[in-house]
């Protein structure tokens, strides 16, 4: 049996962006692996199933199947060191936004490209994952669409945004640092922009204060000593003193907390 796909109600699906010649080699080799997949899905059905919502997950898979090599994406530094950091961003914003949606066939099989693709460029870049590399080849005048990619990664743009705060903490520790010189002036917009697509997730926590304020009203006794109705209107009371408190998660991180060690690292 092989490998099973949600059907596709969407009509169409974007295509792929980058050079022409990764696009071809990852399709190349995507179109292999889910040949072999097909030819051992029952083995792999786990696997695969992990593979749809978690990257590490298709990039085990991809691995089964297929081992990368500097030769087969030499091409790929042909390219300036920014383009290729661009290249790199956006395979990694398409895998995340092709994840959010169903998973058809057609999802699938272009969600397999991009990590192929991803996992080429890393290869050629000698840059594994876990390991930084927008801090020597960040473009601080990053297109309008970029940032929009990097806004539907949002793990990704805090990386991004860390990384930014540690260069301007770097920057504001040279002896020749001034507030108007040119670096420093384009991080801080650049920042600014990245933090401006940001989002702030909230969490309700329940603080009950039930317990301590029956404990208080006791105020040692037995609780035997007390009549029902009493306990009764004891325990309302306490129950009115239950909140809700909803703490905001903030992302702002203080410029001077990071230095040249605090560089995050780019899955």
């Known amino acids: 049996m092989g490998i099973q796909f949600e059907e596709n109600n969407e009509g169409t699906t974007r295509t792929l962006t980058g050079t022409a010649t990764l696009v071809r080699e990852a399709t190349s080799i995507a179109k292999e692996i889910l040949a072999a997949l097909n030819e051992n899905a029952e083995e792999l059905t786990e696997l695969f199933l992990a593979s749809k919502e978690h990257n590490g ?3 085990e898979l991809i691995g089964m199947f297929h081992t990368f090599t500097k030769e087969e994406s030499q091409f790929i530094l042909e390219n300036d060191e920014q383009t290729v950091a ?5 395979q990694q914003s398409k895998r995340a936004r092709l994840k959010k949606k169903p998973q058809t066939k057609e999802i699938y099989c272009q969600m397999m490209v991009a990590a192929v693709a991803e996992n080429m460029i890393r290869v050629a870049a000698d840059m594994p994952k876990g390991r930084s590399f927008i801090a020597n080849t960040i473009n601080l005048n990053l297109k309008d669409e970029e940032i929009d990619a990097l806004a539907l990664d949002q793990e990704e743009l805090r990386r991004v945004i ?9 920057e504001k520790r040279k002896e020749d640092f001034t507030e108007d010189g040119e670096r420093y002036i384009s991080l801080c917009n650049l920042l600014d922009r990245l933090k401006a697509v940001r989002t702030t997730s909230a969490r309700t926590k329940r603080v009950d204060k039930t317990t301590a304020k029956l404990q208080k009203m006791l105020d040692g006794r037995d609780p035997e000593s007390f009549t029902k109705k009493q306990l009764t209107e ?9 909140q809700e ?9 203080e410029d001077d907390a990071y230095d040249e060690n605090d560089l995050a690292d780019t899955e």
């Open 57 to 59: 997950k298709m990039d």
């Open 86 to 90: 661009s290249m790199l961003r956006s």
């Open 162 to 170: 860390r990384n930014i705060q540690s260069l301007k903490s770097i």
């Open 245 to 253: 408190i909803i703490e905001e998660e903030s992302e702002a991180i």
């Open 234 to 242: 004891m325990l309302a009371a306490a129950l009115d003193d239950t």
